[in-house]
């Protein structure tokens, strides 16, 4: 996390690793759908596998945490990327000891699109489910994540230049 900007979460063009990043698959619920992220020579971020369905799978997602942050004085999330055509999630941790993420789906394009999320439009969800707590109030963050989940089988690629507030 590049300190100098407080609005950067992350910037793959100037960090260059994918060091920080972790997948989850739904392989630890018993599927077998196979995630990965890498750079690409782009020097962007590259997430990108295959959703199965088999075993009651359907999902793989990429996460970034990153030490509490005070973002009150940001409104929204905007991500700078590239994806597939498909529907895609991005995910907040305001506090990364509860189990909840709050999300907000979004599509892709095919083609390079910047994405803004206004914090409010966030709504707390686990496992799949919507649960009934208030929406994101944006006062901090601990963790990003980016979340495929699907009902069909199929190859995804989502290519991620930077994440940062606004």
Request: glycine share 10%; charged share 25%; net charge neutral.
């Amino acid at each position: 996390m590049n300190t100098q900007d407080d609005s950067l979460i992350f910037d793959f063009k100037t960090e260059r690793s994918t060091s920080h990043w972790l997948v989850v698959n739904d392989g630890v619920m018993g599927g077998v759908s196979k995630g990965k992220i890498s750079i690409n020579d782009s020097g962007n971020g590259l997430f990108e596998g295959f959703v199965s369905t088999e075993n009651n799978g359907g999902f793989s997602l990429v996460k970034y945490a990153f030490s509490k942050r005070d973002v009150s004085q940001f409104t929204s999330v905007k991500l700078r990327l590239k994806g597939d055509g498909k529907l895609y999630q991005l995910r907040i941790k305001a506090d990364q000891t509860k189990s909840f993420s709050y999300i907000h789906p979004f599509q892709t394009s095919g083609a390079l699109q910047t994405i803004m999320i206004p914090f409010h439009d966030f709504f707390a969800s686990y496992r799949g489910s919507r649960l009934d707590i208030p929406n994101y109030d944006g006062k901090f963050m601990e963790e990003v994540s980016l979340f495929i989940g699907t009902e069909r089988s199929g190859d995804f690629t989502l290519e991620i230049e930077r994440i940062w507030m606004a």
